[in-house]
């Protein structure tokens, strides 16, 4: 079991290129994340698919953009890059949305992407 | 007030040392919560769940106070390779269940 994989682990992009983040996971799991990390300010969720179909906005949307390709895969897309846009991108999948009771699945994360735009 | 909010440290101790991290929370209708630890330039890994009771597991508990709505993090007999980010998670309600993960506390283990 591989768990969560991303590609690529690397990138650097001139402002104004587009790139796809990839994101898969093995574990089955029904939900799947992105997240972007800086430095002072902790993990913000970018978008987020409950379930193979769907996708919603988490805190920061602007600028990008998802597909869920499948129950195993899901995607970021920037489609003109910024230098705001520096960041590690982490992708995550967890069992499912939310159970009654409002309770939450743990989430499982990729080794993430450092990107840098220049 | 932030949804989660942790101390930043640097929490500096030798090794063998009994160190506790505290976490407050804003909602109070949260009911999952998390421990979550980052090591250098590597992704979050779950450290354990916290539940109501309270958990241990080995030199690490987690103890969740709801009345208060802070969570804690006592690691005993510090080993170096405890160094790390510690992350204090909790659940968002009305989102499908999405985590709010706090900025973390940097724990530094000496020798």
């Known amino acids: 079991n591989a768990g969560v994989t991303q590609t690529p682990k690397f990138q650097v992009l001139k402002t104004g290129q587009s790139m796809t983040l990839q994101c898969a996971q093995d574990?089955?799991?029904?939900?799947m994340y992105w997240y972007r990390q800086d430095p002072g300010m902790g993990l913000r969720l970018i978008y987020y698919s409950a379930s193979e179909g769907t996708t919603d906005k988490g805190e920061v949307p602007n600028g990008y953009n998802v597909s869920r390709l499948n129950k195993r895969e899901f995607s970021l897309r920037l489609e003109s890059a910024a230098p705001s846009q520096t960041s590690v991108y982490f992708c995550?999948?967890?069992?499912?949305?939310?159970?009654?009771?409002?309770?939450?699945?743990?989430?499982?994360f990729g080794p993430g992407t450092r990107l840098t735009v220049t | 007030r932030k949804e989660v909010e942790q101390d930043p440290g640097p929490f500096n101790v030798p090794e063998g040392a009994t160190v506790a991290f505290n976490c407050t929370y804003s909602?109070?209708?949260?009911?999952?919560f998390f421990w979550y630890r980052q090591d250098c330039r590597k992704e979050p890994k779950l450290l354990m769940s916290v539940y109501s009771s309270g958990n241990e597991d080995g030199r690490f508990t987690a103890q969740l106070n709801r009345a208060s709505q802070y969570i804690s993090l006592l690691i005993r007999d510090s080993k170096l390779s405890d160094s790390a980010t510690y992350l204090c998670v909790v659940n968002m309600l009305g989102s499908q269940g999405n985590l709010i993960f706090g900025k973390g506390t940097k724990l530094s283990v000496k020798p």
């Open positions: 995550a999948s967890s069992e499912g949305p939310g159970l009654a009771g409002g309770h939450s699945y743990e989430q499982y």
């Open positions: 574990m089955n799991h029904n939900s």
């Open positions: 909602n109070s209708a949260s009911q999952s």
